[in-house]
């Protein structure tokens, strides 16, 4: 079991999981009493107080998924900012989702559809709204 860290959200990540957590019916039980432990813990800061190692939306974030030994880069973004390139996911992917809140050298765990998942954050990158990292 993943060590429980109280996690730091943005305003805005804060309010696009709460109502991702009300709208999604199909979310797995595991994921989504991870979310609602995430959204009833964590310490809420505006975008200028949120420390440079910590994941939010239009990061960067290196990922090692221990489970299968992977190691994979994935930029989280809002839909007003995708356009489908190479390692772009969106706030609401179960992934995003779950790396939200946490900080370089973070254990993570979540539920995708290979089954639960443990990941470790490498490294994050927070880029400005509309900043590519090539």
Not at 11 to 22: G, H, I, V, Y
Not at 87 to 101: E, Y
Request: glycine share 4%; hydrophobic share 40%.
């Amino acid at each position: 079991m993943v060590r429980e860290t109280r996690l730091i959200l943005t305003e805005t990540d804060f309010r696009l999981l709460t109502e991702f957590l009300m709208e999604d019916l199909h979310m797995p039980v595991y994921n989504r009493k991870k979310l609602q432990w995430k959204l009833k813990t964590a310490r809420i800061v505006d975008k200028e107080w949120l420390p440079l190692n910590v994941v939010t939306t239009n990061s960067n974030v290196l990922v090692l998924n221990t489970t299968k030994n992977q190691t994979f880069t994935v930029h989280i973004v809002s839909p007003e900012d995708y356009d489908g390139s190479s390692h772009q996911i969106l706030v609401s992917d179960p992934l995003a989702v779950a790396l939200l809140g946490y900080s370089r050298g973070e254990d993570v765990e979540c539920e995708l559809p290979s089954g639960i998942n443990r990941l470790k954050v490498l490294s994050v990158c927070q880029l400005s709204t509309g900043e590519v990292l090539v």
